[in-house]
């Protein structure tokens, strides 16, 4: 593939990561540092479930195309295009006095950031043989990584120089220069979506071993994300300042991370899905007992930075490998549908893994949680040795795995 295809669509998963990580994870301390309450902050999260329900309008994606403007091609333009105008929107109104006009615009801001996901899924989907989707899909979570770095950490750390509409100003010449990418990108023939585009929604769940399939996107994202999404309270509960939580978390983590996925892109190619899978997903199991020092309260820094470096060279590429598959799973002309068909599922398992985290720590304690969440690790590992009985070639648009 083209060099310059390769920074394009790395230059679409940054770019929709960008505004969407400062409204989940920068956003968050600005507001609380002006005094809002944690109930209205919490508006805010619900803007996530956008990824989730981005499978409702997905076969638009699929089925309209733009004439001399391309398919995908044309839906990347325009969200992009709409993205950067919500931007200089934002940037100009009072975001902390007309909160409820912010957290709209915001989630007006989410849906094309989702839409613009749905087409970039598809166009790499196209772009990619199944022998460099290993490596795509690297490129994929890294870019969401370097989003949140960007967004969540850097613009974060701008906001006190640059001000508001400074910091949604420079996402908007961030998201531009994307946009100009955009403009020079030749897109392949794309097959259009048949009429009755909705009915594939339902059709993608009746391939070979999808029920399966379906069982082992449920559990795999459970126990890893449990453990996750419980980091930040752990440390806090120890005594960690803010400041230092966020640091390591958001970019320390992220940086780790980088390393991890492109090692699993290469490690994918080398040894293949089913066994990376398997793999990781053991391996899951024994870096979530890691985490029991800083679960029971210990304080060193010696003895709870392993765990957690080890959380992040695992977390990332679990996910890596899963959407490796699932974009095995897609078929020519439904690519966008495809795929986020399988992502709904196992983002929305990733959104209740938190939730769920909360209760089990809250009324069981940390350690409990972190025993349960090996157990999940456990079940989906054994759930993916019996979905992967042998390993088949892979097809660059046809679905290559399943046979249960």
């Known amino acids: 593939m083209k060099p310059a295809n390769w920074i394009l669509i790395a230059s679409l998963y940054v770019t929709q990561f960008l505004p ?10 600005i507001l609380r540092e002006q005094g809002k309450t944690l ?33 995908y091609r044309g839906w ?24 409820p006009l912010l957290v709209v615009l915001g989630l007006v801001l989410t849906v094309f950031s989702a839409t613009q996901d749905i087409a970039t899924d598809a166009i790499t989907c196209r772009l990619l043989p199944g022998e460099l989707r290993g490596v795509g899909n690297s490129v994929q979570v890294a870019g969401g990584l370097v989003g949140i770095m960007l967004g969540g950490g ?18 908007a010449a961030a998201l531009t220069c994307c946009l100009v990418q955009i403009l020079f990108f030749r897109e392949p023939a794309v097959v259009a979506a048949e009429r009755g585009a909705y009915g594939r929604v339902w059709r993608v769940w009746a391939q070979p071993g999808m029920a399966g399939w379906a069982a082992l996107m449920t559990v795999v994202p459970l126990g890893i994300g449990m453990v996750f999404a419980m980091l930040s309270p752990m440390l ?20 780790v991370g980088l390393v991890a996925v492109f090692g699993a892109g290469m490690l994918i190619r080398r040894f ?11 391996v899951q199991a024994a870096i979530i007992l890691t985490v029991l020092p800083l679960a029971v309260g210990a304080r060193e820094t010696w003895v709870i930075l392993p ?24 078929t020519a002309g439904s690519e966008g549908t495809d795929f986020t068909a399988q992502y709904s599922l196992y983002s929305f398992m990733g959104f209740l893994s938190g939730a769920v985290a909360l209760q089990i720590g809250g009324a069981a304690g940390y350690p409990a949680l972190v025993l349960i969440a090996a157990g999940f690790a456990l079940v989906a590992g054994f759930l993916a040795l019996r979905l992967y009985r042998e390993e088949r070639p892979v097809s660059s648009a046809a679905p290559a795995y399943g046979a249960a």
């Open 154 to 171: 850097l613009t974060l750390a701008l906001y006190p120089r640059i001000g508001w509409a400074g910091c949604f100003l420079l996402m």
């Open 20 to 29: 969407v990580s400062f409204f989940f994870m920068g956003l968050p301390a």
């Open 307 to 330: 765990g957690l470096v080890l959380v992040f060279l695992i977390y990332n590429p679990i996910a890596t490998v899963m959407l490796t598959i699932m974009m095995d799973r897609t």
């Open 76 to 99: 990347l333009i325009l969200m992009q295009a709409s993205m950067i105008a919500m931007l200089l929107v934002i940037s100009r109104i009072d975001g902390l006095g007309q909160f």
């Open 272 to 282: 293949g899905r089913r066994r990376m899978l398997v793999a990781a997903a053991f």
């Open 236 to 255: 806090i509960d120890i005594g960690w300042p803010v400041d230092a939580v966020g640091f390591t978390l958001n970019i320390v983590g992220s940086l």
């Open 39 to 71: 109930e209205e902050i919490g508006a805010l999260y619900l803007l996530g479930f956008v990824w989730v329900l981005k499978i409702l309008w997905a076969p638009l994606v699929d089925r309209i195309s733009f004439g001399r403007f391309g398919h």
